[in-house]
């Protein structure tokens, strides 16, 4: 098995940050919407902690994919249709898009709000913007908006569009994100 991406397939080092990408990304989403409701109290203040670390090595681990995809560019998108090809295009641009902007916004919020950005007690994310009520009630938004609504849909159509490849066209599609054998053209 390749570490890189070949013309074929995705290379592990690809599959590995999809793969754990997607568990944390979607995980966070869930994470976040289920600690929103909590009343404030230190519990809900070290889940806070917790979902902010966690923030920070998505945010590591698609600034990794992006320059990864500088050493080893994915193979082509399979589509049988043009339309299918710039929708798959966009939703991936989408999520890409979200990988990066939910963590930024939310350490905005975070720093606008008078709190730091720890990672496990690790070490501290540097202050990027001022305490400021307007700057985080905008990070807010865009945080909330993004990781509710528009990021969810984006996954769902992810989701829906390796299914269609693997189960109506019966193409290589998600074989090649799980690492099974794929038969060369």
């Known amino acids: 098995m390749s570490v890189k991406n070949s013309s074929q397939t995705y290379g592990l080092v690809t599959r590995a940050n999809h793969w754990i990408t997607a568990v944390l990304f979607i995980g966070m989403i869930a994470f976040g919407i289920y ?31 992006l320059v990864w995809l500088k050493v080893s560019p994915n193979p ?30 939310g350490w905005v919020m975070s720093n606008a709000g ?6 496990f007690g690790w070490f501290t994310m540097p202050q990027i913007v001022p305490e400021n009520e307007t700057i985080g009630g905008i990070a807010k938004g865009v945080h909330a908006i993004a990781g509710q609504f528009i990021l969810p849909l984006a996954i769902l159509l992810h989701i829906a569009g390796a299914m269609k490849h693997h189960f109506v066209y019966k193409d290589a599609t998600l074989k090649r994100m799980l690492g099974r054998d794929v038969p060369k053209d």
């Open 76 to 105: 082509p998108v399979i589509a049988s249709k043009r339309s299918e090809e710039i929708l798959a295009h966009s939703v991936r641009g989408i999520l890409y898009l979200g990988l990066i902007l939910m963590p930024l916004s």
């Open 35 to 65: 600690m929103a409701d909590l009343p404030k109290s230190p519990d809900k203040f070290e889940l806070y902690d917790i979902h902010k670390s966690i923030g920070v090595i998505v945010l590591a681990l698609v600034v990794l994919r």
């Open 114 to 119: 008078g709190h730091e950005v720890a990672v």
